[in-house]
């Protein structure tokens, strides 16, 4: 695939290419998103505007993510998309599926392979670090999948930089398939662990980073300027709510919108730009529940993010969270 507007990004080191923009599944197909109509519409428009990488879990509603996507792939020619699917949470109440053991990792990457409906997925994510498995029973597990054609590429998900730097050190010193790809979460309002720990261990290892929640569940669109918008992300997450919805960001996030607005462009747009800029991002996951909120946040990679201006933003969003 090449489209001439959507900017293409090695993954770190490896020679796979990605694009700028992604799509991903996150808490909507399948579960706000459930017209198969609206699914396709999202889904073919991400990919004629170039978009090649699409991000799902087995955990997005307990596989419907990957059922609701893999609908749409099938119409689509496999050799232009790069799927990932990811394994860790709990599937079912049995005590071995969850984690990254052999055993679920084995078990997870068949179930998922069969309700996208592809013989391989491109990217195979480690969704967390999984505190009672080594590292080392989890990379086996990966570099067979990869011989065995099943994945073609393995990442992590939220791993720090020493376990980044850990799994690096175990596969170089083992001759298996390293990890070529972390998918962080990053946005102007959680961007400290990033910056701090897992940037630089990326960039020692050559990895290459796919981000996720980049508008922090639309806070930096200014979604939530006058109030929670009933089904809104935050409404669905107590978490996420207690997490974003601060007296201190909802101050912010007005502030920022007198950058977007001299910028001339939207608050989403150059929150997305920001998060394209940032070292070792190769991709930046979007979500969108409605067509026109792909289309827009594709305006982001018009957007011109000179120096001052991006030193204007990191100073309104310090990195300290």
């Known amino acids: 695939m090449f489209h001439k507007d959507m900017p293409y990004r090695r993954l770190g080191s490896c020679g796979i290419k990605v694009s700028a923009l992604s799509l991903g599944g996150w808490t909507t197909y399948g579960a706000s998103v459930k017209a198969e109509d609206t699914v396709r519409s999202i889904i073919r428009a991400a990919f004629e505007a170039g978009v090649n990488f699409f991000d799902i879990s087995d955990i997005y509603e307990k596989g419907e993510a990957e059922r609701a996507m893999g609908k749409v792939f099938a119409e689509l020619p496999r050799h232009e998309l790069v799927i990932s699917t990811k394994c860790f949470w709990p599937m079912s109440d049995d005590v071995n599926d969850q984690g990254l ?6 078990e997870s990457i068949d179930k998922s392979l069969k309700r996208i409906g592809t013989d391989y997925v491109d990217i195979y994510f480690c969704h967390r670090p999984d505190p009672n498995t080594p590292i080392e029973e989890t990379a086996r597990a990966m570099d067979d999948l990869v ?6 590429y393995w ?5 720090s930089g020493e376990q980044i730097r850990m799994a690096q050190e175990i596969c170089d010193g083992r001759n298996l398939y390293a990890p070529v790809v972390e998918q962080p979460q990053l946005s102007l309002v959680a961007r400290k662990k990033y910056h701090n720990d897992v940037a630089p261990a990326l960039a020692d290892h050559g990895l ?4 996720w929640s980049p508008l922090a ?3 930096l669109s200014g979604k939530y300027d006058d109030g929670l918008p009933e089904g809104a992300r935050l409404w669905r997450s107590e978490n996420l709510r207690k997490s974003y919805l601060t007296p201190e960001n909802m101050q912010k996030v007005k502030e920022f919108k007198a950058l977007a607005d001299e910028a001339g462009v939207s608050r989403a747009q150059l929150a997305l730009a920001w998060c394209l800029a940032q070292p070792q991002v190769a991709s930046v996951i979007t979500g969108a529940t409605r067509l026109e909120q792909w289309q827009h946040n594709l305006g982001a990679l018009k957007v011109n993010l000179g120096d001052e201006l991006r030193r204007r933003i990191e100073a309104l969003f310090p990195a300290d969270k």
């Open 155 to 159: 990442g992590s998900s939220e791993w």
């Open 101 to 106: 053991s052999r055993k679920h990792i084995m």
């Open 208 to 211: 290459g980073a796919v981000t």
């Open 147 to 152: 011989h065995r054609g099943k994945v073609l």
């Open 217 to 219: 569940s639309g806070l």
